[in-house]
């Protein structure tokens, strides 16, 4: 009978050491899961000059050929740590066409896709064909720009806030 207790009472720490062991190893994972982390909330507008004033473009009925519009992309980190190696992306509209060297962001590099975003380049570059059949790469006209995304050298600090903007014209 003694030696039932002993099996038992050794059973018993063996299981509530188990357990024990178990919730450390869940509490310190939720910790790490639960931890700091970033959380970057991300405003897009739209405007328009019209009569010499700026316009919100959900204020403008429509816009006109010609006419350009100025994109402004605010980030707002709103998490519990810095968002290392931050970026923005952001799109030419169809029907637009990328107006060149708009693209501004303090701190930042903007660097230009024609591939809809799947690759980046400061100066994307594509093939033309020459007369005697070689083939030369040449810088791709502005019009083929369908993406542009900043590239922040500092990670985004907690509750730091960072602003790019760029330009279209209206096809």
Same mark, same amino acid.
């Given at each position: 009978?003694?030696?039932?207790?002993?099996?038992?009472?050794? /059973? =018993?720490? $063996? /299981? !509530?050491?188990?357990?024990?062991?178990?919730?450390?190893?869940?509490?310190?994972?939720?910790?790490?899961? %639960?931890?700091?982390?970033?959380? *970057?909330?991300? @405003? =897009?507008?739209?405007?328009? +000059?019209? &009569?010499?004033?700026?316009? #919100? /473009? &959900?204020?403008? #009925?429509? *816009?006109?050929?010609?006419?350009?519009?100025?994109?402004? *992309?605010?980030?707002? @980190?709103?998490?519990?740590?810095?968002? /290392?190696?931050?970026?923005? !992306? #952001?799109?030419?509209?169809?029907?637009?066409?990328? *107006?060149?060297?708009?693209?501004?962001? +303090? $701190?930042? @590099?903007?660097?230009?896709? !024609? &591939?809809?975003?799947?690759?980046? %380049?400061?100066?994307?570059?594509? +093939?033309?064909?020459?007369?005697?059949?070689?083939?030369? =790469?040449?810088?791709?006209?502005?019009?083929?720009?369908? %993406? !542009?995304?900043? +590239?922040?050298? @500092?990670? =985004?600090?907690? $509750?730091?806030?960072?602003?790019?903007?760029?330009?279209?014209?209206?096809?």
């Amino acid at each position: 009978m003694k030696v039932k207790k002993r099996l038992s009472a050794v /059973l =018993l720490a $063996g /299981l !509530i050491l188990a357990v024990a062991a178990v919730a450390g190893f869940a509490q310190r994972n939720y910790l790490l899961a %639960s931890g700091a982390r970033p959380e *970057v909330k991300v @405003n =897009l507008m739209g405007s328009v +000059e019209r &009569d010499s004033k700026m316009m #919100t /473009l &959900d204020k403008a #009925t429509a *816009v006109k050929p010609g006419e350009v519009l100025t994109w402004t *992309v605010d980030a707002v @980190n709103v998490g519990s740590a810095p968002a /290392l190696e931050y970026r923005a !992306i #952001t799109h030419v509209p169809r029907g637009t066409e990328y *107006v060149k060297g708009s693209a501004e962001a +303090e $701190g930042a @590099n903007a660097v230009y896709s !024609i &591939d809809g975003g799947k690759s980046f %380049s400061p100066q994307p570059m594509i +093939e033309q064909k020459q007369a005697d059949g070689s083939v030369k =790469l040449m810088p791709a006209p502005v019009s083929m720009y369908t %993406s !542009i995304r900043y +590239e922040w050298a @500092n990670p =985004l600090a907690q $509750g730091g806030k960072v602003t790019a903007s760029y330009k279209v014209r209206v096809k």
